[in-house]
């Protein structure tokens, strides 16, 4: 299954060491997709999550790397086209990017942020959505 995967996700895998984020991270069946912009969001918050995963810096990168070695990361130049869509049915501005992308691979968005749903064109999986379409 091909995936868009939303900063929340990412942050939540690397704050919790046995979360189901983390686990689902790493299926075989999943290829994972996201704007290079994600790699900016992870470094924004890194002291945040850093504190409440209870991990040393080392640690965080570590995980960041593990994780990061799942997920490929599309340049902005690659679905810019896009943009101007994603921004009339996003409704959450800081997604835009996720969205446009979303657009271009014709793919669904993993993310927790229930707000996205409040839209009808990209397909939105939360990690319990996805956790219940394995079983």
Not at 30 to 45: C, G, R, T, V
Not at 104 to 126: T, Y
Request: charged content about 30%; aromatic content about 10%.
């Amino acid at each position: 299954m091909e995936l868009i995967i939303d900063a929340n996700v990412v942050i939540s895998a690397l704050i919790s060491f046995d979360g189901k984020s983390r686990d689902l991270i790493f299926l075989k069946n999943f290829s994972l997709f996201a704007p290079e912009y994600l790699m900016e969001e992870i470094e924004k918050h890194k002291e945040l999550i850093i504190e409440k995963s209870n991990l040393d810096v080392e640690s965080f990168e570590l995980a960041k790397s593990l994780i990061f070695s799942k997920i490929n990361l599309i340049p902005f130049s690659e679905f810019k086209s896009f943009l101007n869509k994603a921004k009339k049915i996003c409704p959450d501005p800081n997604d835009e990017e996720y969205f446009a992308l979303a657009l271009l691979k014709n793919i669904p968005i993993w993310s927790d942020d229930k707000a996205l749903k409040k839209q009808s064109e990209i397909e939105i999986f939360s990690t319990t959505e996805l956790i219940n379409l394995l079983e």
